[in-house]
């Protein structure tokens, strides 16, 4: 890794752009514009997550906040496990461990600078970590492994016969950094009393070993008062997602990613309930007025992303949705697993959702092992594509409900167990009538594809396909 790199604390260095973003708004609109000068690469971000007003200004305000919580975690007291975005950090604050998730912070790492994480990146293979893994994990994980970044207690993840390179990332870290290590593995059928008892049992093993590393026992008052939020959070998210069905959706191209990165930073915390009152607030208002979300004021086409995002090139490519006035209808990663989720009573698929009862304190733990495994991506891509809740029936489910007039695919190289069935899932959701984009960019990492390549091929297949 290059030397100037490491002159720096890694964490800290995230945390002072984040906290400069979160206070840009304080001044005169003229003090904004003028420091906008300041920040060429950063400012397309900036500009486009503060334009949605109060949401923005919030989420701004909690990723600050996560960072500053990272900074500081251990003169707070607390222990600190890096972990996945698709492991609710709902236990963790439970037990007063601080998450640090890597794909998120890889994701701000991008967002933040030109250079983007590649030199993060490219040191886990210095390290001897393969290249062909996910660029989300290793875009942040390079800085902890180069000993640049916060200090480590203990490493979690949930992604055994999910995502192999994502599972290797973290059973890889925890073996370099000579770490406690804990996975909870996925069975390939999400429901069933076999399924449930496992995750049950596995949960507990989970707690356990918490208990063990951060020298505390679980309070089940306090996961009570963690859980009694996430469920708050999860009825806000039921009514964003049953505003997204109007036409013109009058949800913001962007709410989705506020909806799962408030999540992945502060499931079960009052600063994620904060984001998603400030959008809830503004969307309907929209849907009083009947406007659209979009940044130009009129929705024309109204897709579904079937994976993740892009994150790369300064989030051009949601500002690209924008220019063509492209509603974003979700993604994998936005959607509520939670029993009262529209989705979840248009079909009725209550089997493949879990429910809360916090008023149950023997329940509580049995909840939690529940909601953990209907997280994104461990919920929908652990069994074959076309089995029973599995990512076609979601994908195609979805789509269909939101009114989608089109699918896209977006990951990583990778992602070995979504590139082996996508041209399969694809060629089903083209059979039901949705156009299909699989695109070959890098969520994570601009140096995979070229923005110029990127637009292009997304035009291309726009325009072929008479939907622009
Ligand atoms: S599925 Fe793809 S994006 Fe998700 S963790 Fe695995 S390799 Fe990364």
Known sequence: MRKELKEYNFDWMLWSCFSAASRLKSGTEKEYQ?????IPYFRGVVETVLATGKPGQKFIE?????????????ERGYKTAVTTFCFSPVIFYAMDIMPICLEVISV??????????????DFCNEAGFTETSCSSQR????????????????????????????????????????????????PPDLTGNRSDEYHREDYKALIAFLEEHSGRKLDLEKLRATLQEAEKQDELIAELEDL???????????????????RFLFAGMPECTGVLE????????????????????????????????????????????????????GNILSRSWASNAPHVKEYGTY??????????LEKLIDDIALLNSRMPMIKSIRG??????????????????????????NGTPGCRNTWGMVKLLARDTEKEGFPTFIMYADAFDERVQSWETTRDRFLEFLTVRRLI
């Open 34 to 38: 003028h420091m906008l000068r300041y």
């Open 62 to 74: 909690i990723c600050a906040k996560y960072l500053d919580n990272l900074v500081n975690a251990k």
């Open 108 to 121: 701000m790492l991008t967002f933040t600078y030109k250079r983007g994480s590649a030199d993060f990146l």
């Open 139 to 186: 875009g942040s994980l390079g800085a902890y492994l180069a000993g640049v970044g916060a200090d480590i207690d203990m490493i979690v993840t949930d992604t055994p016969g999910v995502c192999d390179t994502n599972a290797n990332a973290f059973s890889f870290a925890a073996a370099y950094l000579n770490k406690p290590f804990f996975q909870l593995d996925m």
């Open 244 to 262: 997204a069905r109007f036409v013109p959706n009058p949800l913001p191209v962007t709410y989705n990613f506020f909806v799962y990165a408030s």
């Open 278 to 329: 400030a959008m809830l607030e503004v969307a309907k208002q929209n849907a009083l007025e009947g406007k659209s979300g979009i940044a130009g004021g009129t929705e024309k086409v109204r897709s579904f992303f079937c994976y993740i995002d892009h994150y790369v090139q300064s989030l051009k490519f949601w500002q690209m949705l924008d220019e063509y006035g492209i509603c974003y209808q």
């Open 351 to 360: 089997e493949a959702a879990y429910s809360l009862h916090t008023d149950n």
């Open 384 to 409: 074959p594509y076309d089995s029973p809740y599995m990512w076609l029936q979601d994908t195609l489910s979805l789509a269909k409900m939101y009114k989608a007039d089109f699918i896209v695919y």
